[in-house]
Every structure is written in C-alpha cells, then in structure tokens.
C-alpha cells in the first residue's frame, strides 16, 4: 500500500485560559502529534464523515506543551472517548 499525502489545514483554535505567549508551543506541539497520529493510524471515519468541524471536547488545563498533545488526541479521536 503507497502512503498517502494528507493535507491537513486548521483554520482556528479557541484557546481559553492560557496566557497568549503559550499559544505557539501549544500550536506546535498539536501539530507535531496530530501529524504523528495520522501517519501511524491513518485519517479517522469521523473525520471522513464530517472534515468541516471537528469537536474535540473539552481539554482540561495543564502545561502548554501537555496540552497541545492532548487537544491532538481528543480532536483525532473526533470527540468520543
């Protein structure tokens, strides 16, 4: 099986609760871990199912660098737990 390019484009992240100097390394790292998760396991149904929105839930608050590694895993299991 040829891998496939996977473009992947977020056009906003609302970030409450953090100090606005954070949003780059949480950025950053939600990157670098969502990239991580498709390339290992591939682009999810629910995904497929509704590409315009994805809820990932509610995240609690920890160190930005937590934090972005989080949101990427809620947001790649499209909301369910």
Do not use: C
Not at 7 to 18: A, K, Q, S, T
Not at 22 to 33: F, K, M, S, V, Y
């Amino acid at each position: 099986m040829n891998p496939r390019e996977i473009d992947l484009h977020i056009e906003e992240l609302v970030l409450h609760g953090f100090a606005p100097e954070a949003r780059w390394q949480i950025g950053d790292t939600l990157e670098h871990e969502l990239r991580g998760l498709l390339t290992a396991q591939g682009v999810p149904p629910e995904w497929l199912a509704s590409p315009e929105r994805i809820d990932a839930g509610a995240i609690a608050l920890t160190k930005p660098m937590t934090t972005g590694a989080e949101i990427a895993q809620a947001a790649y299991r499209g909301g369910r737990k």
